[in-house]
């Protein structure tokens, strides 16, 4: 699954500035949502634009920053995949480019770099449960103002990255396909959970 869809949608993200904004999109739009209607949503957005009803809340700022901020972050993310440094510190430089747009925090980061660059992974609700970990652990702090803040949120960047690189970021996407697929009948199977990663981005639900 993860080798077939997520390296399609790594494919379409780097294509283009605009393919990757839509990346970033789907995975706010996901939040607090069922998998199931986020490609509704997302096309819903693609044709009503920052007048589209689930742009509610950060996701509309979400929106307007990637508008004005979709060449640079496709700049800046670019240079990271495409420099010679460790996974680890392209990790590392690829969340704290996705930790800059509205709306995101550390398991949402995690999927961008997950579907744009192969890296990471999301620690959601249904991983924290499965895997037993502490939520306390993946949030950061808002704005942090003393070096000590800063510290803290570096120091839980760099845990998040590890955490899921012991899991491994092909182990998360596959397995959690699996999960979400078991939970409704509406999927076939883990790999349809998977395929739409990418066929909601090309608009073929």
Known sequence: MFNTHCKAVQE?????????????????????????????????????????????????????????????????????????????????????????VHGLGLAKAGFCCQLIAGLVGCMDT????????????????????????IDANSAKIDKYIGLCADYGCENLWNSWCDFVAAKSNRWQDGNHVSEVHYTYLIGDK
Not at 63 to 91: E, R
């Open 12 to 100: 379409y993200s780097q294509r283009s500035a605009t393919n990757m904004s839509d990346t970033i999109l789907m995975v706010v739009l996901s939040i607090q949502q069922n998998w199931l209607g986020v490609g509704d949503q997302l096309t819903d957005v693609r044709l009503n634009k920052a007048e589209s009803r689930f742009l509610w809340g950060n996701k509309g700022k979400t929106y307007s920053y990637l508008k004005s901020n979709q060449h640079k972050v496709y700049a800046q993310v670019m240079a990271v995949i495409n420099s010679k440094q460790t996974d680890f510190i392209k990790s590392i430089s690829l969340m704290n480019i996705f930790l800059r």
């Open 126 to 149: 249904h991983n924290i449960r499965m895997y037993e970990l502490n939520i306390n652990d993946l949030v950061l702090a808002k704005n942090p103002k003393t070096k000590k803040g």
